[in-house]
């Protein structure tokens, strides 16, 4: 079975700086996905950015970056010029081909964004 | 945009009492599903669907059951609710698999329950 480990219950940052969200997985599949999603206070989830295992480049959304590591197995969320709507739960999720549409979620990472 | 409604955002109930959380979704998608959200353990998989009446056990299935009647509605039906079912309750969406590499799953704003 898959599983996704995230290391850091809790991180801060402080406004306008850079932080980085750890994220390892175990899977045996050679073809999935990996996604960020982020639970602010309103509790909707929103995905922040999305990694397919077959490509080597790293996914970019604006002031966020992966750092996809597919041999270590792991899947680092960068958020550069944090803001302090940045401050949410964030969680790493993994999908494989195999699964269809069933997502494994870590257990989280608490961000504080201080001003 | 796509909406995933979930009909409360807080609910209390007693022990033992059957217990109805209702998600809707106005996109037309195949497949739904319900996640329960506890601290330090993330979103686990209770059950999901991949059409009408369709159901499949998730990784936590245990004192729960679902229906779905209709391709927009997917409830969660706690039997005899019990106080460790206290948690967070978020339902999902996403079309069927196609454009599976292009497709995101879309989370309604979670039931926050409460069993005393």
């Known amino acids: 079975a898959q599983t996704v480990t995230q290391s850091q219950p809790e991180m801060s940052v402080q406004e306008a700086e850079t932080v980085t969200l750890s994220c390892t997985y175990d899977?045996?599949?050679?073809?999935?996905?990996l996604f960020w999603y982020k639970q602010p206070p309103s509790r909707q989830m929103i995905l922040v950015i999305r990694?397919?295992?077959?490509?080597?480049q790293n996914a970019t959304e604006n002031r966020f970056s992966v750092n996809f590591q597919k041999a270590a197995k792991s899947f680092s969320l960068k958020i550069s010029d944090s803001q302090l709507g940045d401050a949410a739960m964030y969680f790493c999720?993994?999908?494989?081909?195999?699964?269809?549409?069933?997502?494994?979620f870590g257990e989280g990472t608490q961000l504080t964004v201080n001003p | 945009d796509v909406k995933v409604t979930q009909s409360s955002r807080y609910l209390v109930k007693r022990t033992g009492e059957k217990v109805f959380l209702e998600c809707v979704q106005d996109m037309d998608h195949e497949n739904m599903f319900w996640y329960r959200q506890d601290p330090g353990l993330g979103l686990r998989l209770i059950y999901f669907?991949?059409?009408?009446?369709?159901?499949e056990k998730g990784d936590i299935p245990e004192g729960y059951s679902v229906s779905r009647e209709k391709k927009e509605r997917f409830s969660l039906i706690l039997e005899s609710a019990s106080t460790n079912q206290t948690s967070m309750y978020l339902c999902?969406?996403?079309?069927?698999?196609?454009?599976?590499?292009?497709?995101?799953?879309?989370f309604g704003a979670g039931t926050r329950l409460s069993v005393l």
């Open positions: 899977t045996s599949e050679s073809d999935y996905y």
């Open positions: 999720a993994y999908r494989s081909e195999t699964s269809g549409s069933r997502l494994t």
């Open positions: 999902a969406s996403i079309p069927q698999p196609g454009l599976l590499a292009k497709n995101i799953q879309y």
């Open positions: 990694q397919e295992a077959y490509k080597q």
């Open positions: 669907s991949y059409d009408v009446k369709m159901k």
